[in-house]
Nanobody
């Protein structure tokens, strides 16, 4: 089992920055690929970014390229999402996930509860 707990969400003005954290616990957490997804009201869950456990390669959604950066600290079992140049359309609940490599929700077995990010115009 892997447990994931997100933190760092909040209210920010457009153009601002936030850093989300996802603390992972579990016996084999370091062998999982990690990802961030988001879900806005009335919309489907959307892939944001993923990081590979073996070589730290990164996969970003086109909508966040150049603005968001995913990283991981294996010593702390924590994954981060640095979000810069935030836009109102980035408003959503952001959740981290652990599992296989990919951009589909079905690729990931474990999920956190999520943290709300609200960007005001």
């Amino acid at each position: 089992q892997v447990q994931l707990v997100e933190s760092g969400g909040g209210l920010v003005q457009a153009g601002g920055s936030l850093r989300l954290s996802c603390a992972a616990s579990g016996r084999t957490v370091r062998s999982y690929n990690m990802a961030w997804f988001r879900q806005a009201p009335g919309k489907e869950r959307e892939f944001v970014a993923a990081i590979n456990w073996s070589d730290d390669s990164i996969y970003n959604a086109d909508s966040v390229k150049g603005r968001f950066t995913i990283s991981r600290d294996n010593a702390k079992n924590t994954v981060y999402l640095q979000m810069n140049s935030l836009k109102p359309e980035d408003t959503a609940v952001y959740a981290c996930a652990a599992g296989a490599w990919g951009r589909r929700t079905d690729d990931y077995r474990y999920w956190g509860q999520g943290t709300q990010v609200t960007v005001s115009s």
